[in-house]
């Protein structure tokens, strides 16, 4: 059995591929300091003392609340994590340190051409907001995480828009923006950058497009105006016909329905005023003259 001096970090059981169970044991690693890090460190200790006390304006360093401090000794990351926010110590000519801005910060995606599933060219831009997650994996494992992130987003959003049809994009933004989000997460958790929100900002189709799609909406809204045109005459006419089947069972309606008419003409002012002619009148000459002929 081999033991380690190293301190342990983490302790517990986990699930193996198998489906079995496991104890582990982590330990967090120790660096020992070589003969150069140790004359290197001293050194600085004495010019401390002995410029003080104005080597304190070097050692003493302050971070906002929305600031962490990355710190280094002699290229190696001190332990305990980042600092702030509030006042840390460092040994000057020894330590160095970054600042990291845990607020969000948003971007624009510049505008991307892309050819959609269905073989249409289209210009998408977008808005990316992102905070810094772990200000320690944004120093160590990304050169500039910002400029990563940028040039992240501009593929992704290529590749999204390749997968989608123009009315998918057109009609569903919101499912475009979520699945660009969940894509950049993953690919920059690595990085301890966590994006927050992503938005569409416009969708620039080409002017051909532009003109065949008016010409189909107006096309389309013509034939469905013609549609309710003709409806409409056709209840209008089924009730003018069951309005005259109505007036035909009784004949004291229709001479009503001529007085109604005589009170709407009247109403105007018209110079000229038309009488309808009862049709019984007509019936009855009708049948008049019938019986002449006949005798």
Known sequence: MVFSK????????????SGGLECYLEYE????????????????VILLIMTFPFSLFWCFKVVQEYERAVIFRLGRLRTGGARGPGIFFIVPCVDSYCKVDLRTVSFDVPPQEALTKDSVTVTVDAVVYYRIQDPLNAVIKVANYSNSTR????????????????????????????????????ATDPWGVKVERVEIKDVSLPQQLQRAMATEAEATREARAKVIAA???MKASRALKEASDVINQSPAALQLRYLQTLNNISAEKNS????????????????????????
């Open 151 to 186: 040039l992240l987003a501009m593929t992704t959003l290529r590749n999204i828009l390749g997968t989608r049809n123009l009315a998918e994009i057109l009609s569903d933004r919101e499912a475009i923006s979520h699945a660009m989000q969940t894509s950049l997460d993953v």
């Open 272 to 295: 000229t005023i038309i009488f309808p002619l009862p049709i019984d009148i007509l019936s009855y000459f009708s049948n008049r003259t019938n019986n002449i002929q006949m005798v």
């Open 29 to 44: 690693k120790s660096f020992t300091m070589g003969c150069v890090e140790y004359i290197a460190t001293f050194g600085s």
């Open 6 to 17: 190293e301190k342990p970090l983490d302790a517990g059981m986990k699930r193996t591929e």
């Open 231 to 233: 409806e409409g005459e």
